[in-house]
Nanobody, 122 residues
Framework: QVQLVESGGGVVQAGGSLRLSCAAS???????????MGWHRQAPGDGRQLVSA????????YYADSVKGRFTISRDNHRNTVFLQMYSLKPEDTAVYYC????????????WGQGTQVTVSS
């Protein structure tokens, strides 16, 4: 079992920046070495979209085309926290952002946070 708590959402003007955090904890205290952490977003009326992901052990990253060059994902192993730094925000980035965890090699993310709202005004 992995528990995820997001924070850092808010309202920002277009062109602004926000940093989201996702703190992970495990009941058994096991490490997240074999996991992938992903940030997803869902806008009203849309499906959930994977925005960015990072492997916990090597720190390899993935970005959706829509956010490449504007978003940066990183992790702090000591604090079991993943960050999503968002620059040059656009109104179309408005969504609820969720962090989630899956095991490496798996297709589905199995543990999800509660989400944090990001609103970008034009």
């Amino acid at each position: 079992q992995v528990q995820l708590v997001e924070s850092g959402g808010g309202v920002v003007q277009a062109g602004g920046s926000l940093r989201l955090s996702c703190a992970a904890s495990t009941a058994s205290g096991r490490t997240l070495t074999n996991y992938v952490m992903g940030w997803h977003r869902q806008a009203p009326g849309d499906g959930r979209q994977l925005v960015s992901a990072i492997t916990w052990s090597e720190g390899r990253t993935y970005y959706a085309d829509s956010v490449k060059g504007r978003f940066t994902i990183s992790r702090d192993n000591h604090r079991n926290t993943v960050f999503l730094q968002m620059y040059s925000l656009k109104p179309e980035d408005t969504a609820v952002y969720y962090c989630a965890v899956k095991q490496r090699g798996a297709t589905e993310y199995i543990y999800w946070g509660q989400g944090t709202q990001v609103t970008v005004s034009s």
